[in-house]
């Protein structure tokens, strides 16, 4: 999809973090502009700061029909869907999965799982009528391709929605493609979201995130503490949205399947691919394998993938 401008974007989860970012970056192309988001307030807030044709729809991913209900207004409101951004998502419970709970092994899948695949389920045939092409990007995590330990359920989630954009992307037909983002550390307020998403679906309650107190009168605020002695760019580690965005555009642009930010991670999942390739038996293939299920052996849409450029130059 070289060509994004009139077309029109559906982000989940679009309202603040690095979703607000993709909203930003598919507006410089002059796409049209939805934010599903789960937080009306945060909603307000992001609007003013997209400058193209916007709306904004309160939305559960994870209710099938509050989300055939935003479907429904985007269409009404723009016509047609060419972009579906799967952003939406939570951290899920810290921990070993045999100690996480039930309720929270249920509202991690609810959330990271099947919020993706309504998705998909209620916009894909939408995009495929139209017949004018169509993108889904669905937001991962470094863990999708690594996992971190003691982070189970966030590990399983992250790595299913790479199964589920590889297996899209193969079902998908000409015109129509599927990627993605697998992001390493960017400033979001991923832990506030997930304090107030709690709120709104569980009934939890969100902690007040108040400003620091002003300094007294006469007297200068405290000074920052200092950084740590390292002689590094943080900017280079804990990166801001807004290139998540552009990132993201570039790969819908060049039809990536896998969109990376880090590659920092490069070594380590060369280290899990090269274990896995010495798990294979040594045995030689059996031809008459490969003749009798020879779509069980190997899947076209790897050889699609090009190599990315620098995004640093």
Known sequence: ???????????????????????????KEGMNIVIADLRQ?????????????????????????????????AVAKFGKIHVLVNNAG?????????????????????????GILNGIQEIVPRMLAHGEGGYIVSTASKAGLIP?????????????????????????PEGYGAGVLCPGPFTTNLGRSDAEIDAELRGKTAPAFTPPPPPEPG?????????PAMDVDITRI???????????????????????????FKPGFEQRANAILRAFPADEPYDGFVKMFGMLVNNPIFDQQTQVPAYYK
């Open 90 to 114: 939570i951290a899920c419970a810290a921990g070993p999965l045999w100690a996480v709970s039930p309720d929270d092994t249920d509202f991690g899948l609810r959330v990271n799982i099947v």
């Open 148 to 172: 971190v330990p003691g982070c189970g359920m966030y590990n399983l989630t992250k790595q299913a929605v790479v199964a589920i954009t590889e297996t899209l992307m193969s079902d998908l």
């Open 238 to 264: 804990m990166r801001n949205p807004d290139e998540a965005g552009e990132r993201v555009v570039r790969g819908i642009k060049r039809g990536d399947l896998y969109i990376l930010t880090h590659a920092e």
């Open 219 to 227: 007297k200068d605020a405290p000074p920052p503490p200092p950084p």
């Open 41 to 73: 307030n945060a909603i307000d807030e992001a609007l003013p700061q997209i400058d193209a044709p916007k709306l904004g729809i309160k939305l559960d991913t994870s209710n099938r029909e509050n989300y055939k209900k935003a479907a429904d207004e």
């Open 1 to 27: 999809m070289e060509n994004l401008k009139g077309k029109t974007a559906f982000i989940t989860g679009g309202a603040s973090g690095i979703g607000l970012g993709i909203a930003k970056a598919c507006a």
